[in-house]
């Protein structure tokens, strides 16, 4: 019911900068709680960013003061500024959405297939 699509991921120099955005679609009540994950080879998936739908933000210790993630509700998009990237940034990067399909219908986590960014020494 809801698909997600990732963009804005790409090779970049540590220190650099790279726009992530997400765009939802398909049928659905409401979006949600939305964020951003990673998971970086050989290691589990981590939580990045979460930002609820009236604005208020979570961010991993790993990337406060170096990531900003935003949404519109309005286009259904969320987006995840990434400065001062680090090797250690290097990982796949994944939208996730909570969602209600219909107006009484319980909320349900969708994924993205992910956007790999890799920040190089």
């Known amino acids: 019911q809801v698909q997600l699509v990732e963009s804005g991921g790409g090779l970049v120099q540590a220190g650099g900068s790279l726009r992530l955005s997400c765009v939802a679609s398909?049928?659905?009540?409401?979006?949600?709680?939305m964020g951003w994950y990673r998971q970086a080879p050989g290691k589990e998936r981590e939580l990045v960013a979460t930002?609820?739908?009236?604005?208020?933000?979570n961010y991993a210790d790993s990337v406060k003061g170096r990531f900003t993630i935003s949404r519109d509700n309005a286009k259904n998009t969320i987006s995840l500024q990434m400065n001062r990237l680090k090797p250690e940034d290097t990982a796949v990067y994944y939208c996730?959405?909570?969602?209600?399909?219909?107006?009484?219908?319980?909320?349900?986590?969708?994924w993205g297939k992910g956007t790999l960014v890799t920040v190089s020494s």
């Open positions: 996730k959405a909570d969602a209600r399909i219909d107006y009484d219908d319980y909320g349900v986590a969708f």
């Open positions: 398909g049928t659905f009540f409401s979006l949600d709680d």
């Open positions: 930002i609820e739908t009236g604005y208020m933000t």
